[in-house]
């Protein structure tokens, strides 16, 4: 849902203020130079892997693979709280046993 509504975001607002204003908001326009400054004297380049197989395409197809990171990371998560459920639920049939025992 929050990766829908920040895209919804992206086209509707920021794209067309940068179309008006000739603004590069949040590389609505064109991909970053990848040039960023730690420290005046540290430079570091970050750029997105994907910019030079897509070329003009870049924040189009970006979604998609950003949709996919998304889901991949989403359903791994699922997994993880199935697993804690289930050691959990067991810890807390082991400690039921025990109180029984005890009574």
Request: charged share 15%.
């Given at each position: 849902?929050?990766?829908?509504?920040f895209?919804?975001?992206q086209r509707?607002?920021?794209?067309?203020?940068?179309a008006?204003t000739?603004?590069n908001?949040?590389?609505?326009l064109c991909?970053s130079?990848?040039?960023?400054y730690?420290?005046?004297?540290?430079?570091?380049k970050?750029v997105?892997?994907?910019?030079?197989?897509?070329?003009?395409?870049?924040?189009?197809?970006s979604?998609?693979y950003?949709?996919?990171?998304?889901?991949?990371?989403?359903?791994f998560?699922k997994?993880?709280?199935?697993?804690?459920?289930?050691i959990?639920?067991?810890?807390?049939i082991?400690?039921?046993?025990?109180?029984?025992?005890?009574?």
């Amino acid at each position: 849902m929050a990766h829908c509504l920040f895209g919804l975001y992206q086209r509707v607002v920021l794209l067309p203020l940068s179309a008006l204003t000739n603004v590069n908001l949040n590389y609505t326009l064109c991909a970053s130079n990848g040039i960023y400054y730690l420290f005046w004297f540290i430079k570091i380049k970050i750029v997105d892997p994907f910019i030079p197989f897509v070329g003009n395409y870049y924040y189009f197809l970006s979604d998609f693979y950003l949709f996919l990171g998304g889901e991949i990371f989403h359903r791994f998560l699922k997994v993880v709280l199935i697993i804690l459920k289930k050691i959990t639920a067991e810890l807390h049939i082991k400690e039921l046993n025990e109180d029984k025992k005890s009574d």
